[in-house]
């Protein structure tokens, strides 16, 4: 283990990055709108490694699902097009070459280049698309109430307040009043991707930003109280369209082609795209190379772990990993008996459906699975995120479980079978006290490598709105734009769960295989 360890240790020695600072600000239009100045977005440069001439062929990264990516699909064909769940992964892709450039919103542009001093940002911008809430299709009355809200707020300045005051980049704490809710008011349902600073983002475990005060404000307005759905950007249509969301904020910006999916209040904010791309090496200063390695870790501790508590959203997704790995593991084992028994079953109809649900749930993708349960077949139950992922790791565990309880049941010797009868046990008693004992020994190891298996595909929950232990880790970067140190800090815990629950079946295998 410690040398496994001392491994995560050098690679985060091998990847550390410094931080840098930017002082460029957005400059307001009016009161319901913000976009970037030629000249902030000069300032905020650097004399960048390329200047965006060649971006025809170049390779640009963009977030799956946003305009970026519709942008540079239509106008630059003959590009390679590199696409990403997160942002913060194509940030990390143009870090390491990967990528020549990456189109965003400007408000994260900025916040990326201010913590990665290799990072500039070219002045053009691409896109000013208004960004605006968007409802289930065919709620028009609740379109209407929100545009109300939302042109009284232009009407009176507050709107143009809030957009203020969030905008701020003068490195204090974001601030914002909230107008409260009762807690028995009824549900406003808003799904969101949480990893937008500073439109919508985690700060001290809780989800706020500019979007989230506008909703909450707008939720207040109409009697109503926010409830949360934090969800990878990509599947928030999927959220809307299936009923577990009423609405999406996001900096969520208005196509045709999303007309189709869904309704748009008016537009509350303006947001360029822009690109960012890597700075030359004569830019980006000597201040944090000078700092030594451990002073490079201790910051990061420092940022990535205490400031905010954000140890908490760590210890919170450790928490789910560990009950959907658990509950799932238990449940899976018992269907995969049940499935088991119908396998081995003589009767040709059992038989058969037992053998085409394990074909389907071996031969169907995990996260497809996962999507396809929770926005289609549980969507309208009203069950929880976190009890579709447990029914859904189950249902994909009990497949494999049951075809590894049927080979070892099967690899015992046939004469131990006959052995028990001629002594005079029933079949029951035969297979209870002879045939399973030995079939445990046997399927114990491969068990081991199943459940750890479960525990570490667990991963995908955050397209459900769970925070595991990979959610958290995203949520920690999209603060920070610390590309590594959150990615090592989760897989060192995953190794040591991994290594746990290894121990612990192996243990159990020692019991078992000593028990008479």
Known sequence: MTTHIIGFLFLLATLFSGCGDKDAKPTHTDGSSVVASEKNLAKSDGRATKDGSDLETARIGAMTGTIGEFYVEEHFLDAKHLLFDDINDAIVALRSKQVDYVITAYTTALLASKHNKDIGLLPKKYINEPAAVAVRKGNYELVEKMNAVIHRMKEDGSLADLIERWLEQDGGEYDGPKKPAGADAPVLKVGVAANREP??????????????ELIETIAADMGMRVEYMDMKFSALINAIESGRAEVIISNFTVTEERREKVLFTEDYFTNPQIMITLKGADDMGQDDDASGFFVKIKKSFYNNLIRENRWKLIVEGLKATLIITLFAALLGT??????????????RLINGIARVYIDIMRGTPLLVMLMILFYVVFASTGLSAMIVAIITFALNMAAYSSEMFRTSIESVDPGQKEAGLSMG?????????????QAVRKVIPIYKGEVISLLKMTSIVGYIAVVDLTKASDIIRSRTFDAFFPLIVVAIIYFLLSWLLGVGIDYINQKVSSAK
């Open 199 to 212: 439109m919508c983002f985690v700060r001290r475990n809780k989800i706020v930003g500019l979007d989230c």
């Open 425 to 437: 046990f029933t079949k029951v008693r035969t297979f209870i006290y002879i045939i399973l004992p």
């Open 334 to 347: 018992i269907i995969g008996a049940l499935v088991c028994a119908m396998r081995m079953s003589r009767n």
